[in-house]
């Protein structure tokens, strides 16, 4: 069953593609990885949000790939 879930985060959140599906979803993954774990290995959702901030760039990776459609 899908449910949305309120959040007090930027709009800009819903626009990110957070997940590994593809081979871009996985170097994103990677590359926010290798940037923030050995600084702070408990990096959460803002720490993520933060780096893709000053590291715009990273977005392109997986920017193309298409969400599915959720299943009901």
Sequence with gaps: QCRNVEMDLPEVV???RLTVDTAEDLELVR???S???ERNPAFNL???LD???AN???LQINRHVEQKAVRA
Excluded: K, M, Q, T
Aim: hydrophobic residues 45%; charged residues 10%.
């Design 14 to 16: 819903s626009e990110l």
């Design 35 to 37: 940037g923030l774990y």
């Design 46 to 48: 803002v720490d993520i």
């Design 51 to 53: 780096y893709l901030n």
């Design 31 to 33: 590359a926010i990885y």
């Design 56 to 58: 715009p760039h990273l």
